[in-house]
């Protein structure tokens, strides 16, 4: 098999060309915009306690440290379900499945609201975990199904678009519902309307799988022939042998300690460090992370695609150099006293950091064969947040407590920064190489050397 050594080799053609479409463009966009709006409920649920951590641990009258377990307790569970998840959404029906992980996860954030000690909380954290598995690692590939490649750094970074707004509604709603009806009432609120909306699922198409890979006038043969069915092992081997799906899952981990630090710590830093009342804290956080997200990540998908017509490595350059402009400025951020520079520093970092969100994880879809690619979220998944934010909460709460307050132990996320950018660059490396296999109907077998 020849594979051309850059996808910019491919002008237009690989831009432009007509792709077969099973379902209408508005019945794309509809699942697009369904599949946006669920996530945004996904990370409301998943960042409404963050703004509270101050008020649960008044009320259960515990430690930072048994405090910042709460991340790890909602992250483990996560981790461990994804690749259950994973395999499931190769080989079933991948609306009904999405369907049940939002009911499960919207009853779990509700009953977090009935919680009778901290070790009901902590058990309601975990079963949001195992809810949002199913949603998170199936999720992208009917996008990837839907959208052809050309397009697909816009259309994720629309559903991505739900990690910034999404986390910060969290900030804001936990942070205003928490301060005027206590912390039990933010989980309610945000919890119930979630398991009515998971019947929502049920209206989303069916697309079969890879078939956006192929251009109208290809023959179908080249996207038929298919290997046998493959055990989860086996899978895992043979993605794992991709190198910048590799060192992209490398990367995402690295920035998903930094950010999951921050995400749990930074209200409770400025409330603590910088006088902010909870209620402050958690709006203006939630301000900076609405507008820097959906400008970071929006900028992101749309110059990822732009760059791709130029080169093959766009995607993971982009999430490279964005990481590392980040770094000086989160310094900044935890250092300046004055809000009229760490205000800015914090609003500019989040900015570079979510111009990553879509081109890294379309870079995942293009790499991975079509019939690997839930498993290839769900390993994603399982590995970033085992290697990245499952202990980072905890981490920080133990350096909190033992090396000199929350401010020294939060200097541990520009470092972990750093390692993502350089991760991401080196991952960029072969990004053109392992895109071009997939269009070229790879399927996994091998890994053919470029020629």
Request: with cysteine.
């Amino acid at each position: 098999m020849t594979i051309r050594s850059d996808l910019s080799d491919w002008g237009s053609g690989y831009n432009d060309a007509p792709m077969l479409r099973e379902f209408s463009r508005s019945k794309a966009l509809w699942a697009l915009g369904l599949l946006t709006f669920l996530n945004f409920m996904n990370y409301i649920d998943r960042n409404v306690l963050y703004s509270v951590v101050d008020l649960v641990k008044e009320d259960f009258r515990i430690s930072d440290t048994l405090l910042g377990s709460l991340g790890p307790a909602f992250l483990i569970a996560y981790t461990i379900a994804s690749p259950v998840f994973g395999p499931l959404g190769d080989r079933l029906t991948r609306r009904y499945l999405i369907a049940a992980g939002v009911a499960f996860w919207s009853f779990a954030t509700a009953s977090g609201g009935f919680a009778g000690s901290f070790g009901a909380l902590f058990a309601s954290r975990a079963c949001i975990g195992v809810g949002e598995a199913a949603y998170a690692t199936i999720a992208p590939t009917l996008i990837g199904d839907l959208f052809p490649p050309s397009r697909r750094g816009r259309m994720m970074s629309i559903f991505y678009l739900a990690t910034p707004v999404g986390s910060a509604l969290g900030y804001v709603l936990g942070g205003s519902i928490g301060a005027h009806f206590g912390w039990r009432m933010a989980f309610l609120a945000v919890g119930i309307p979630g398991i009515v909306a998971a019947l929502s699922c049920l209206t989303l198409p069916e697309p079969s799988r890879g078939g956006m890979e192929r251009e109208a006038g290809e023959p179908t043969e080249k996207k038929t022939v298919l290997m046998p069915p493959l055990s989860f092992g086996q899978t895992a081997r043979r993605l794992f042998a991709i190198p910048s799906y590799f060192l992209n899952l490398l990367g995402m981990a690295a920035m998903t300690f930094a950010i999951g630090g921050v995400a749990f710590w930074m209200p409770t830093f400025l409330h603590r460090h910088r006088g902010l009342d909870i209620e402050t804290s958690g709006t203006r956080l939630g301000a900076i992370t609405v507008l820097a997200g959906i400008t970071g990540t929006l900028v992101g998908g749309w110059f990822g695609d732009y760059l791709l017509r130029f080169t093959g490595k766009a995607y993971l350059l982009l999430s490279g150099a964005g990481m590392l402009i980040a770094v000086p400025l989160v310094w900044v951020a935890l250092r300046a006293p004055d809000p009229s520079l760490y205000l800015p520093a914090l609003f500019l970092a989040e900015f570079c950091i979510f111009l990553n969100t879509g081109p890294a994880n379309t870079a995942i879809i293009n790499v991975v064969p079509p019939r690997m690619r839930a498993t290839a979220f769900a390993l994603n998944i399982f590995f970033i947040h085992l290697l990245g934010d499952d202990g980072a909460s905890y981490a920080i709460g133990w350096l909190s407590d033992h090396t000199g307050g929350l401010t020294s132990a939060l200097l541990i996320v520009p470092i972990m920064m750093t390692v993502s950018g350089l991760l991401y660059l080196f991952a960029s490396r072969t990004l053109a190489d392992d895109t071009a296999r997939v269009r070229a109907g790879w399927e996994g077998e091998t890994l053919p050397s470029p020629g």
